[in-house]
């Protein structure tokens, strides 16, 4: 009996001593990046182009294609993944996409450009086409805002990485639908940057 409650005993300290390393190791981490307290990268938007656009009751078809200039602004490298999940929004109506899920690798105070896909296609959901929209497409010119929640992974030297989510969000993109049948469309202008709220981490 004393040879058993011995054991219990050294399995117990064995267990409160791996518990106590192991808070101590994520404590050491938390304290590191803590310290090297890496920014977000920075998002633009460089073009905009619609293609296969069409507006009918209240359906709403289209593919638009969302370049995307990303700027790491840390000595630290970082994964970006895109597409978690993907949304436009024309005039306050949200319509989800489909769009397939990219990695971006950016080194040490890096740049990249990207292509982002985002299809409207059918759905399951009674979406309403906004009058303004349709008033604002015979014109020739439609706002549109994208809103894309993307994964960004933090990793230096022999550090665990950290991982961050955000929901970027590129609102006030002007598109030009200026040839007939009003079924392509271009972004006017320069670009925007893109405005970033944190959404935890992953």
């Known amino acids: 009996?004393?040879?058993?409650?011995?054991?219990?005993g050294l399995f117990c300290n064995l267990r409160v001593m791996l518990v106590s390393i192991f808070v101590i190791f994520m404590a050491i981490i938390s304290i590191a990046w803590l310290v090297m307290h890496p920014?977000?990268?920075?998002?633009?938007?460089?073009?905009l182009s619609v293609t296969n656009f069409t507006v009918s009751g209240s359906k709403l078809r289209g593919k638009h294609e969302v370049g995307l200039s990303i700027t790491n602004p840390n000595k630290a490298t970082v994964e970006?993944?895109?597409n978690r999940c993907s949304m436009l929004v024309f005039y306050d109506q949200v319509w989800r996409v489909d769009a397939v899920q990219q990695h971006v690798f950016l080194g040490k105070m890096?740049?990249?450009?990207?292509?982002v896909d985002l299809v409207v296609g059918d759905s399951t959901k009674k979406e309403v086409v906004p009058e303004e929209l349709v008033k604002d497409w015979n014109k020739g010119v439609v706002n549109v805002n994208v809103k894309l929640c993307v994964k960004v992974r933090f990793e230096s030297?022999?550090?665990p990485s950290m991982d961050?989510?955000?929901?970027?969000?590129c609102d006030d993109l002007h598109v030009g639908f200026f040839t007939s049948?009003?079924?392509?469309?271009?972004?006017?202008?320069?670009?925007k940057y893109c405005h970033k709220l944190?959404?935890?981490k992953a």
């Open 1 to 8: 009996m004393a040879t058993e409650n011995r054991n219990n």
């Open 80 to 82: 970006v993944v895109l």
């Open 198 to 200: 944190n959404a935890g």
């Open 164 to 169: 961050k989510l955000l929901n970027i969000y």
């Open 39 to 47: 920014s977000v990268p920075s998002f633009r938007v460089t073009s």
């Open 181 to 191: 049948p009003k079924d392509t469309g271009k972004l006017l202008g320069i670009g």
């Open 157 to 159: 030297g022999i550090w």
């Open 110 to 115: 890096a740049n990249a450009s990207v292509k």
